[in-house]
């Protein structure tokens, strides 16, 4: 018996121990990665993060944008606290009631609480909180694998519940919680709220307003201990570990722990604070003997508080970035950390470790990871110390200098070296080769290599800003420091051009479908591939997709849909997309087309928005291109055409008249005047040097509209005149000294077609005869403007770009052209008058609504004067009746295209117009204050 047992427990400690040598094994096979991959970890890891879609801090090296409240106050707010002033006034005379009536509360925790994870559940809990005299709250962050942090959870606890709020899953939708906290009636309890008030700015811009911290109550009435750990064994006798907060608060589901955790965090602060309340209140009556003194010791912890909520979230923006990492690494080491080296005082030493460290602070903030997570400090000090050569000796040194440290200290298992690293070893080639070079060229290029537009890693909400930003800030720098070195903007224009010539040529052109996202990822307008051209060549958008085509800027425009005064924004904010639901990307979609609705007799055009609905992205990509098609059909079917064709002089008239028209496609024939136009003055100023293909294809698009007859240049000049009004060819006569025998009757079929026409535009030749005026239609000019091309392009704004730039002084020519390709392709994107100027092609006040006559610059249509001969023809044979029967022809396109699932209650196809909306429909005129006045 007494040996079977013995053999037993040899037998026990053998496996044991070869279990420990199989783990130990494994455990070291997991640390030492090998170094093979080559492309991006990003690529094939997933991270929580990178399913939001509104980041209010990203990685950029730019400042932290805070909440801007009122109008009154324009400017981007910095270094305002939006509720500086309830703040102030709590501060100044907090006469809160502070009896949160929880002397009877149940202390016992149960293990129910409420899991927040949906929108709908987010909603219920605001109305919960919004019913609430006090509320209290703790926040769990995760920072390992993020640059900046977020917040993965935030625990509410009421008197009745505990809600725990899934932050990731709800990361877009968080903001609704604003007013709650917001409101200085509401009190909120934290414990230690320094960093969750900043946090909660950081991520959703929820202000603390009316704070309660327990912490500070503890300061006031000088306890031993103000740790929550203390205080919930104190005043709860609950023991907490502590050591949780620092576990992975991302992972999904939390563990029984965690969740416990989580909840006890919050569940006792109103309790606590009520007890913590209590004996402030017995100080100040015992020591009340000047009644200036009453409450001493409560206003005191409540202003401390709430001096708290006055902090502002700032991101830290080096101007060398790394550098103040590489400083302490540095004198960590001369001040004998690990004995002192020599090495620490090598000049060449100091150098390497400021390489390192700037490259790790620009690859955190591209992967968004933290600094620790892509390259330890130690393993800088291993790295810049022995300078390897080659990749092998790298992660070799790397994971070296991360085991001695970890078998010292308790500090968590990380992959070393990291995924970073590994996949991008070969920007230690730049960091140790070229060590005379400046270190901000290392950092440039390196910029380039990952996020350029052939960049290595993955775009994201995170890093997208860095490229712009960076670029401006280190031109400056460079361009103030010397002179002659080439600048991060060259590389990346010719990385750019170099793309675009990859990406557009040789492939067959893709209208209307083209799409600009703004830097933070929202879409701004569709549009077409010359106008995408405009951007990526000038360096000032990247290529994010590639079917169909679509650019982010990496510039800020400066009208954006979520201005404070932008009518859209605030209009479409309660809103989604009702094809699918989408809420956060949105555009204006008009089911029945400008082109006709523009015609419509004024009293049936009044309940517009019954007809304008929002659409995300990829619904209003299918219901524009069904509508395209539909288009096609209307023309077929009425023997109408899309487009003006053969538009002839009187003297051309009888060759004309030689071609048969009937035999003319009445969809693919033709052109439209805008079209047309942009075509015959890239051919006239810049013909000689275009490309074959290109001159080309403009030239048919001209010939089309000479119904396909070799052309002059008198003819292209003929052309320019298209759709112009008597007063702009006076002008143009004026400037160019011009003869224009052709500027009477230019061949319109008739005088209504030709003020149809007149509407189509902008008259982009005002703006070229501003250009061209001196210079003449010649393509000098153009030149001369291209040359002023610099840095300071990265100043255009959406706004330059899209209106008469009079005062404008880089590239006009180019802009008169863009501004043509523009106004062409934005059929079902929205335009604001010119004279406005902010956002111009996007989101208009006024809409086809308004009738031409009152202003002539509104109507963009490319279809000449289709949509006017559609509607007159059915108001000549059917009526009025035949208009509305148009529109449900229309509203049954959209409804076949998209089957929309979220269409406000009251819409139907059958709409007759007089149908009342419902008294809370956002779809309401009466209601909606921001609906355009027009009508
Ligand atoms: P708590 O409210 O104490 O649970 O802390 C909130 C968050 O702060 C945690 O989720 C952690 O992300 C972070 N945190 C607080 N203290 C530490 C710490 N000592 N080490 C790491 N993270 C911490
Ligand atoms: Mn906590
Ligand atoms: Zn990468």
């Given at each position: 018996?007494?040996s079977?047992?013995?053999?037993?427990?040899?037998?026990?400690?053998?496996?044991f121990?070869?279990?420990?040598?199989?783990?130990?094994?494994?455990?070291?096979?997991?640390?030492?990665?090998?170094c093979?991959?080559?492309?991006?970890?990003?690529?094939?890891?997933?991270?929580?993060?990178?399913?939001?879609?509104?980041?209010?801090?990203?990685n950029?090296?730019?400042?932290?944008?805070?909440?801007?409240?009122?109008?009154?106050?324009?400017?981007?707010?910095?270094?305002?606290?939006?509720?500086?002033?309830?703040?102030?006034a709590?501060?100044e005379?907090?006469?809160?009631?502070?009896?949160?009536?929880?002397?009877?509360?149940?202390?016992?925790?149960?293990?129910?609480?409420?899991?927040?994870?949906?929108?709908?559940?987010?909603?219920?809990?605001?109305?919960?909180?919004?019913?609430?005299?006090?509320?209290?709250?703790d926040?769990?962050?995760?920072?390992?694998?993020?640059?900046?942090?977020?917040?993965?959870?935030?625990?509410?606890?009421t008197?009745?519940?505990?809600?725990l709020?899934?932050?990731?899953?709800?990361?877009?939708?968080?903001?609704?919680?604003?007013?709650?906290?917001?409101?200085?009636?509401?009190?909120?309890?934290?414990?230690?709220?320094?960093?969750?008030?900043?946090?909660?700015?950081?991520?959703?811009?929820?202000?603390?307003?009316?704070?309660?911290?327990?912490?500070?109550?503890?300061?006031?009435?000088?306890?031993?201990?103000?740790?929550?750990?203390?205080?919930?064994?104190?005043?709860?006798?609950?023991?907490?570990?502590?050591?949780?907060?620092?576990?992975?608060?991302?992972?999904?589901?939390?563990?029984?722990?965690?969740?416990?955790?989580?909840?006890?965090?919050?569940?006792?602060?109103?309790?606590?604070?009520?007890?913590?309340?209590a004996?402030?209140?017995?100080?100040?009556?015992?020591?009340?003997?000047?009644?200036?003194?009453?409450?001493?010791?409560?206003?005191?912890?409540?202003?401390?508080?709430?001096?708290?909520?006055?902090?502002?979230?700032?991101?830290e923006?080096?101007?060398?970035?790394?550098?103040?990492?590489?400083?302490?690494?540095?004198?960590?080491?001369?001040?004998?950390?690990?004995?002192?080296?020599?090495?620490?005082?090598?000049?060449?030493?100091?150098?390497?470790?400021?390489?390192?460290?700037?490259?790790?602070d620009?690859?955190?903030?591209?992967?968004?990871?933290?600094?620790?997570?892509?390259?330890?400090?130690?393993?800088?000090?291993?790295?810049?110390?022995?300078?390897?050569?080659?990749?092998k000796?790298?992660?070799?040194?790397?994971?070296?200098?991360?085991?001695?440290?970890?078998?010292?200290?308790?500090?968590?298992?990380?992959?070393?070296?990291?995924?970073?690293?590994?996949?991008?070893?070969?920007?230690?080639?730049?960091?140790?080769?070229?060590?005379?070079?400046?270190?901000?060229?290392?950092?440039?290029?390196?910029?380039?290599?990952?996020?350029?537009?052939?960049?290595?890693?993955?775009?994201?909400?995170?890093?997208?800003?860095?490229?712009?930003?960076?670029?401006?800030?280190?031109?400056?720098?460079?361009?103030?420091?010397?002179?002659?070195?080439?600048?991060?903007?060259?590389?990346?224009?010719?990385?750019s051009?170099?793309?675009?010539?990859?990406?557009?040529?040789?492939?067959?052109?893709?209208?209307?479908?083209?799409?600009i996202?703004?830097?933070?990822?929202?879409?701004?307008?569709?549009?077409?591939?010359?106008?995408?051209?405009?951007?990526?060549?000038r360096?000032?958008?990247?290529l994010?997709?590639?079917?169909?085509?679509?650019?982010?800027?990496?510039?800020?425009?400066?009208?954006?849909?979520?201005?404070?005064?932008?009518?859209?924004?605030?209009?479409?904010?309660?809103?989604?997309?009702?094809?699918?639901?989408?809420?956060?990307?949105?555009?204006?979609?008009?089911?029945?087309p400008?082109?006709?609705?523009?015609?419509?007799?004024?009293?049936?055009?009044?309940?517009?928005?019954?007809?304008?609905?929002?659409?995300?992205?990829?619904?209003?990509?299918?219901?524009?291109?069904?509508a395209?098609?539909?288009?096609?059909?209307?023309?077929?079917?009425?023997?109408?055409?899309?487009?003006?064709?053969?538009?002839?002089?009187?003297?051309?008239?009888?060759?004309?008249?030689?071609?048969?028209?009937?035999?003319?496609?009445?969809?693919?024939?033709?052109?439209?005047?805008?079209?047309?136009?942009?075509?015959?003055?890239?051919?006239?100023?810049?013909?000689?040097?275009?490309?074959?293909?290109?001159?080309?294809?403009?030239?048919?698009?001209?010939?089309?509209?000479?119904?396909?007859?070799?052309?002059?240049?008198?003819?292209?000049?003929?052309?320019?005149?298209?759709?112009?009004?008597?007063?702009?060819?006076?002008?143009?006569?004026?400037k160019?000294?011009m003869?224009?025998?052709?500027?009477?009757?230019?061949?319109?079929?008739?005088?209504?077609?030709?003020?149809?026409?007149?509407?189509?535009?902008?008259?982009?030749?005002?703006?070229?005869?501003?250009?061209?005026?001196?210079?003449?239609?010649?393509?000098?000019?153009?030149?001369?403007?291209?040359?002023?091309?610099?840095?300071?392009?990265?100043?255009?704004?959406?706004?330059v770009?899209?209106?008469?730039?009079?005062?404008?002084?880089?590239?006009?020519?180019?802009?008169?052209?863009?501004?043509?390709?523009?106004?062409?392709d934005?059929?079902?994107?929205?335009?604001?008058?010119?004279?406005?100027?902010?956002?111009?092609?996007?989101?208009?006040?006024?809409?086809?609504?308004?009738?031409?006559?009152?202003?002539?610059?509104?109507?963009?249509?490319?279809?000449?004067?289709?949509?006017?001969?559609?509607?007159?023809?059915?108001?000549?044979?059917?009526?009025?009746?035949?208009?509305?029967?148009?529109?449900?022809?229309?509203?049954?396109?959209?409804?076949e295209?998209?089957?929309?699932?979220?269409?406000?209650?009251?819409?139907?196809?059958?709409?007759?117009?007089?149908?009342?909306?419902?008294?809370f429909?956002?779809?309401?005129?009466?209601?909606?204050?921001?609906?355009p006045?027009?009508?």
């Amino acid at each position: 018996m007494e040996s079977k047992e013995k053999i037993k427990i040899v037998v026990a400690i053998a496996s044991f121990a070869v279990l420990s040598i199989f783990f130990t094994a494994q455990y070291r096979k997991r640390r030492y990665r090998k170094c093979s991959q080559s492309s991006c970890y990003l690529h094939t890891e997933p991270k929580p993060q990178y399913s939001f879609k509104r980041v209010l801090a990203d990685n950029s090296y730019s400042a932290f944008k805070h909440l801007k409240l009122g109008e009154s106050n324009s400017e981007t707010s910095l270094h305002s606290h939006p509720y500086e002033a309830e703040i102030s006034a709590l501060l100044e005379n907090a006469e809160i009631e502070f009896s949160f009536g929880t002397e009877s509360m149940d202390l016992k925790i149960s293990d129910s609480y409420v899991w927040v994870e949906t929108e709908l559940q987010l909603k219920e809990l605001v109305d919960v909180l919004s019913k609430q005299r006090v509320f209290a709250v703790d926040t769990e962050q995760h920072s390992l694998r993020s640059f900046l942090g977020f917040t993965a959870l935030i625990q509410i606890s009421t008197q009745n519940e505990d809600y725990l709020v899934d932050t990731i899953a709800l990361h877009d939708a968080l903001d609704v919680l604003q007013p709650v906290f917001a409101n200085p009636s509401i009190c909120k309890v934290f414990h230690g709220a320094d960093n969750d008030v900043l946090w909660l700015q950081r991520d959703f811009h929820i202000y603390v307003v009316n704070l309660f911290d327990t912490a500070k109550a503890c300061e006031v009435l000088s306890k031993p201990q103000k740790s929550l750990a203390y205080l919930l064994e104190t005043y709860c006798g609950v023991a907490t570990n502590k050591l949780l907060q620092r576990e992975d608060w991302r992972q999904r589901p939390l563990s029984v722990e965690m969740l416990e955790y989580a909840q006890t965090d919050a569940h006792y602060l109103l309790y606590i604070a009520n007890c913590l309340i209590a004996e402030l209140r017995q100080h100040d009556s015992e020591n009340s003997c000047c009644p200036d003194d009453k409450l001493r010791f409560v206003l005191e912890a409540s202003r401390r508080s709430n001096t708290v909520c006055l902090q502002l979230y700032i991101k830290e923006i080096e101007i060398s970035p790394g550098e103040s990492a590489a400083s302490s690494i540095i004198s960590r080491h001369l001040n004998g950390q690990g004995g002192i080296s020599s090495k620490a005082c090598d000049l060449q030493f100091q150098d390497l470790v400021r390489r390192l460290c700037t490259w790790r602070d620009l690859m955190a903030r591209i992967h968004d990871e933290s600094l620790r997570y892509v390259l330890s400090d130690q393993a800088i000090i291993a790295l810049a110390d022995k300078v390897p050569t080659t990749q092998k000796e790298i992660c070799t040194l790397i994971s070296q200098a991360d085991l001695n440290v970890d078998s010292l200290s308790s500090s968590s298992i990380l992959p070393s070296p990291s995924p970073v690293v590994c996949s991008h070893l070969e920007d230690f080639n730049y960091l140790f080769k070229d060590k005379m070079g400046k270190l901000d060229d290392v950092f440039l290029e390196i910029l380039q290599k990952h996020l350029g537009p052939d960049g290595s890693c993955p775009l994201s909400v995170f890093n997208y800003a860095i490229l712009s930003k960076t670029n401006l800030k280190l031109t400056n720098r460079l361009v103030s420091k010397q002179n002659g070195i080439k600048n991060s903007r060259q590389v990346g224009q010719k990385a750019s051009r170099e793309l675009f010539v990859k990406k557009f040529s040789c492939k067959s052109p893709v209208y209307h479908n083209c799409r600009i996202f703004a830097s933070d990822g929202r879409l701004l307008c569709y549009c077409d591939r010359r106008k995408l051209e405009w951007y990526v060549r000038r360096g000032l958008a990247k290529l994010v997709d590639d079917n169909p085509l679509a650019i982010m800027l990496l510039f800020e425009p400066k009208g954006r849909p979520e201005d404070e005064d932008n009518d859209f924004y605030v209009q479409s904010k309660k809103n989604i997309c009702v094809g699918c639901g989408e809420k956060n990307h949105y555009l204006r979609y008009r089911i029945i087309p400008s082109c006709y609705r523009m015609h419509f007799p004024e009293h049936l055009k009044s309940h517009r928005s019954h007809d304008i609905v929002l659409l995300c992205v990829d619904c209003h990509e299918v219901a524009h291109s069904a509508a395209e098609k539909y288009k096609k059909k209307i023309a077929a079917e009425f023997g109408i055409p899309l487009f003006v064709q053969k538009v002839v002089d009187s003297r051309e008239a009888q060759i004309a008249s030689q071609l048969s028209t009937s035999e003319v496609n009445t969809v693919e024939a033709g052109v439209s005047p805008l079209q047309l136009r942009t075509a015959a003055m890239a051919l006239l100023r810049h013909g000689p040097r275009m490309p074959s293909n290109r001159r080309e294809e403009l030239r048919q698009t001209v010939m089309k509209y000479y119904g396909g007859r070799e052309i002059t240049e008198e003819d292209l000049e003929k052309a320019l005149l298209v759709g112009m009004s008597p007063h702009e060819r006076k002008r143009l006569e004026r400037k160019k000294g011009m003869s224009l025998k052709h500027s009477k009757g230019t061949g319109f079929p008739n005088k209504e077609q030709e003020s149809n026409a007149r509407s189509m535009g902008t008259s982009p030749i005002d703006n070229v005869l501003k250009v061209d005026g001196e210079g003449g239609l010649n393509t000098t000019k153009g030149e001369a403007c291209g040359k002023q091309e610099n840095g300071n392009d990265l100043e255009i704004t959406m706004e330059v770009l899209a209106s008469d730039s009079n005062n404008l002084s880089s590239d006009r020519s180019e802009m008169s052209e863009m501004k043509d390709t523009c106004v062409m392709d934005t059929d079902n994107c929205e335009s604001r008058s010119q004279s406005e100027g902010t956002l111009d092609l996007f989101y208009p006040k006024s809409d086809g609504n308004a009738s031409p006559k009152h202003n002539p610059k509104l109507s963009l249509l490319g279809h000449g004067p289709h949509g006017k001969e559609v509607v007159d023809h059915l108001l000549k044979e059917y009526g009025e009746d035949g208009i509305r029967q148009f529109c449900q022809r229309w509203r049954q396109t959209f409804v076949e295209a998209i089957h929309p699932r979220f269409l406000p209650a009251g819409w139907d196809v059958m709409h007759s117009g007089r149908r009342d909306f419902g008294e809370f429909s956002v779809y309401n005129p009466a209601k909606n204050a921001f609906a355009p006045a027009n009508g």
